[in-house]
């Protein structure tokens, strides 16, 4: 390792893999597999009869349960069963939301090593908006408020006459469609938000013809 010029002195690794090795998202997967087998056969949620506690990909995890004591034994395996393969769950990334339809959220306590984890309304799951009332008002606005941002950083050659117009329009679906699109076959087609995103698909049309 060289620091401001020097060499240091030479070190043994004798465990790990180096910055950027092909085994270390298979080492981890295994390991997080090993580890979430223990939530087996422990309550969740009945989704088309089957049970399901946990939602996961890569590093991002999701705990899922109906009550307050069913989440927090979730969690507790997890933490435990972590410990013993030496890793630890990170108290200040991990937060609780509170699913209801009702107007006051019931208050939970959730914790780990005896920190009480924050409670959120909103949270982001690989790129979608999950609000607390189970709706996706908050994330069709997310998903307008960013194709929005993107139209405009390519406004001019979107809106460029001597580009054409069949050219423009690839643009439009390459770079700005599909963010406003993304996610929307799983969402909840409200009458509020049911045409909201094709319609502004639509509009972005006519704004480069």
């Known amino acids: 390792m060289r620091v401001e010029g020097e060499v240091s002195k030479f070190q043994n690794i004798k465990r790990g893999v180096r910055q950027g090795c092909v085994l270390s998202p298979d080492l981890f997967s295994l390991y997080s597999e090993i580890i979430m087998r223990n939530l087996e056969g422990h309550p969740g949620i009945k989704i088309g009869g089957s049970n399901i506690n946990n939602l996961?990909?890569?590093?991002?995890?999701?705990?899922?349960?109906?009550?307050?004591?069913?989440l927090q034994q979730l969690l507790d395996i997890v933490k435990e069963e972590s410990e013993k393969k030496g890793l630890e769950l990170n108290r200040?990334?991990?937060?609780?939301?509170?699913?209801?339809?009702?107007?006051?959220l019931p208050i939970i306590n959730i914790y780990i090593k005896g920190t009480r984890l924050k409670r959120k309304d909103q949270f982001k799951y690989l790129g979608s908006l999950i609000s607390s009332d189970g709706r996706n008002n908050s994330e069709v606005a997310s998903r307008i408020a960013q194709a929005k941002t993107n139209f405009q950083?390519?406004?001019?050659?979107?809106?460029?006459?001597?580009?054409?117009?069949?050219?423009?329009?690839?643009?439009?679906?390459?770079?700005?469609?599909?963010?406003?699109?993304?996610?929307?076959?799983?969402?909840?087609?409200?009458?509020?938000?049911?045409?909201?995103?094709?319609?502004?698909?639509?509009?972005?049309?006519?704004?480069?013809?």
């Open 56 to 70: 996961r990909y890569a590093d991002d995890t999701v705990l899922i349960a109906e009550n307050e004591k069913d």
């Open 92 to 104: 200040k990334k991990t937060e609780v939301m509170v699913v209801s339809r009702k107007q006051e």
């Open 153 to 209: 950083k390519m406004k001019t050659v979107l809106t460029n006459k001597n580009i054409s117009i069949r050219t423009r329009r690839r643009a439009l679906e390459c770079y700005i469609e599909p963010i406003l699109m993304y996610g929307s076959k799983t969402m909840e087609l409200t009458w509020p938000n049911r045409w909201m995103p094709s319609e502004r698909v639509q509009t972005s049309v006519s704004n480069i013809e």
